[in-house]
């Protein structure tokens, strides 16, 4: 089956620092998504990616889709205290295919 | 622009009896909405895929008797919990998916429904 692995686990960072995440899949998709989760709440779409070798930013975050369309990475720049929460990436087929979620990563950031 | 609706937030209920979740498209028509579970500390899963005007299709290991969807309009999901027991307990979380625009895709979420069975 599809296998999609998320790195780190979790994180413990101070106030200012820079984070990176990523994710690998066993097989190539069409779509990368990264969605932040807060505790009791849904996840919340951070970034959305179509292109192999697509670059994008939303603010202090910035997301790469692999040329290979097997891999992403998820980079914080000058990370906050409310940047502490769940970081998932999520892979599809495209159009309204289901997503497939990674395990998350649990970002935390000390003051 | 792409809301999406989940009610109740949370609910208790009792063992035996039957929950039901509803999950609504505020601004945009839905023509499949996904349902997910969460455990703690743990990921999504995905239970099942409706498509409005059709059966769902549910995910392997996923009971379909025990968790009915209903899709009956392009605006709203229900996911009905039946014979609810402790092990059902549980973070659930429904997503839409519509047409055009940023709305595609299934990549809104609803807020989750905290479902405790005592």
């Known amino acids: 089956g599809q296998q999609l692995n998320q790195s780190p686990q979790s994180m413990f960072i101070q106030e200012g620092e820079d984070v990176s995440m990523n994710c690998t899949s066993s097989?190539?998709?069409?779509?990368w998504l990264w969605y932040k989760q807060d505790p009791g709440e849904g996840p919340v779409l951070l970034i959305a990616l179509y292109k192999a070798g697509e670059l994008t930013s939303n603010g202090r975050l910035t997301a790469q889709f692999g040329i290979t369309r097997k891999d992403s990475f998820l980079n914080i720049s000058a990370s906050i205290p409310s940047d502490v929460g769940i970081y998932f990436c999520a892979f599809s087929q495209g159009g309204s295919e289901k997503l497939v979620f990674g395990k998350g990563t649990k970002l935390t950031v000390n003051p | 622009g792409a809301v999406v609706s989940q009610h109740p937030s949370r609910v208790i209920c009792k063992s035996g009896t039957s929950v039901k979740i509803e999950c609504r498209s505020l601004?945009?028509?839905?023509?499949?909405m996904f349902w997910y579970r969460q455990f703690p500390k743990q990921s999504l899963m995905l239970m099942a895929t409706s498509n409005e005007g059709s059966k769902a299709t549910y995910e392997q290991g996923v009971e379909k008797d025990k968790f009915l969807i209903n899709h009956a309009s392009l605006t709203l999901s229900t996911l009905t919990v039946t014979s609810a027991h402790p092990e059902d307990s549980s973070f659930y979380i429904c997503?839409?998916?519509?047409?055009?625009?940023?709305?595609?895709?299934?990549?809104?979420f609803g807020s989750g429904t905290r479902l405790t069975v005592v």
């Open positions: 601004d945009f028509q839905a023509t499949t």
């Open positions: 997503s839409a998916a519509g047409t055009g625009g940023p709305f595609n895709y299934g990549y809104t």
């Open positions: 097989s190539i998709f069409n779509t």
